[in-house]
């Protein structure tokens, strides 16, 4: 297959015109989405919905949220990420596959149906996992395209996933939000450094490869600006997969959480990775690439014992 996103392939960065659409559906009266929230997405690449569940269905997830980090039994090990100087849980992966009411809802009719709305297709989860930043101890993670990391390391062929984040804790401006920068979506950074052999057991608690240089962030940020979308446990955070994004430290007491689903069209499943021979565990990157059933309903408290 031909890269149309050629990335740690040069000695010098790159900076390459998105060639793929950012909505690849048509808006209609009956779309999961407003058509001003369709083109507040495709002009900045990220989308903040908030109310979209009930006080009852975010207290079942912290519950869950909080249950497993506590107490992580019958987690697959390989599948817990901890902070790079540290024993705190950082990530739990692959955890729609671990846990009832993580899949149940991965699959809820307002995440999925949205992502397959954007997309137009059918979607499967490229990953998922439970972010955790805790007070004090949680550190910062770097500038980033995330679809640069899928191109590359997984094989993901072109630019129609997006991230889907349900906060699971208040996120202000001071407990390390995610940061964005609102229309870089449309411009693809291409990275130096070749990528080591299994580069996965190190990024995951700190990236080094696949990092933007400055001058390229510099420019987007000069021409972008930066913002913090935060809110109140709940909140809902889709954001399209080449959005430069990033994290600060969270030094403050606050700790913060999110329940994080990549989803991903089926007609751009995965291929070869671009980049290593070896593409990473699929804890990290699904290549199975079978369609969610979009679940309809609130989620329950049978769910949450399931």
């Not at 793929?20 to 048509?26: E, W």
């Not at 900045?44 to 006080?55: A, D, I, K, P």
């Not at 094989?155 to 208040?170: K, Q, Y």
Request: glycine share 6%; charged share 20%; aromatic share 8%.
């Amino acid at each position: 297959m031909t890269d149309l996103y050629p990335s740690r392939q040069a000695a010098t960065p790159q900076v390459i015109p998105r060639q793929d659409p950012v909505v690849h559906g048509r808006w209609t009266p009956d779309a999961p989405l407003s058509q001003a929230q369709t083109e507040f997405y495709e002009r900045n690449g990220y989308l903040v919905l908030e109310n979209l569940f009930s006080t009852d269905e975010v207290a079942f997830l912290q519950a869950e949220a909080q249950r497993l980090i506590r107490k992580p039994e019958g987690i697959d090990p390989d599948t817990i990420i901890t902070e790079p100087s540290g024993d705190e849980v950082r990530s739990i992966f692959a955890i729609h596959g671990q846990n009832a009411l993580l899949a149940r809802l991965a699959a809820d009719h307002r995440l999925a149906g949205a992502a397959s709305f954007l997309l137009d297709d059918e979607v499967y989860l490229h990953q998922s996992r439970l972010n955790y930043k805790p007070g004090f101890e949680g550190k910062e993670f770097y500038w980033h395209s995330d679809f640069e990391t899928w191109h590359v390391e997984d094989g993901m062929p072109r630019m129609r996933a997006l991230s889907i984040s349900v906060l699971l804790a208040d996120n202000n401006a001071n407990n390390g939000p995610l940061m964005v920068m609102p229309g870089s979506h449309r411009t693809y950074v291409a990275c130096v450094g070749e990528t080591p052999e299994d580069h996965y057991r190190a990024s995951l608690k700190k990236q080094e490869y696949g990092v933007p240089d400055h001058s390229s962030l510099t420019r987007l940020a000069q021409t972008h600006g930066i913002v913090a979308p935060i809110g109140p446990a709940g909140t809902v955070l889709m954001f399209d997969c080449n959005l430069m994004h990033g994290s600060n430290s969270n030094i403050t007491p606050d700790p913060r959480s999110n329940a994080f689903f990549v989803y991903n069209a089926r007609a751009n499943a995965l291929e070869a990775p671009f980049g290593p021979k070896v593409p990473r565990p699929a804890f990290i990157a699904g290549r199975h690439f079978t369609p969610l059933r979009i679940a309809e309903g609130p989620l329950t408290a049978q769910e949450q014992a399931a």
